[in-house]
């Protein structure tokens, strides 16, 4: 956690997000939610990229949409092969967790600081 900071733009990001969720869901805010992103992270510097234009996205739209960015690090329905970024972040099953967890730490503070919640 020391390695990767929270921000004090992230932390705004995420309680700003579970606020409006919050308010989607009890209907107070009639804008629409929307999860929107890959099945599974493998390549976090296209994760990135893909999170700076949705991040454009959220902005032009947020006044009907409220954008979050799917961001899941393994691989939800495979039961053989690779299991994810963060068990085998160098996809050689060398299986090198701790590098996968700071690997995943730092997508989610970089998409954070974008200004776009990840859930």
């Known amino acids: 956690m020391r390695e990767v900071p929270r921000t004090l733009t992230a932390t705004r990001v995420v309680m700003g997000a579970r606020n409006a969720i919050h308010a989607i869901l009890n209907g107070s805010d009639d804008r629409l939610l ?8 493998h ?3 296209a994760a990135v990229d893909y999170a ?12 009907r949409l409220e954008i979050v960015m799917r961001v899941y690090f393994e691989k939800p329905r495979t039961t053989v092969g690779w299991k994810g970024l963060i068990n085998d972040p160098d996809l050689d099953n060398s299986f090198d967790i701790n590098k996968g967890l700071r690997l995943a730490r730092n997508v989610l503070s970089a998409v954070n600081n974008l200004g776009l919640p990840a859930g």
């Open 43 to 45: 390549d976090p510097a």
């Open 52 to 63: 700076e234009r949705l991040a454009g996205l959220r902005e032009q739209l947020a006044d």
């Open 34 to 41: 929307v999860v929107v992103g890959p099945c599974s992270i």
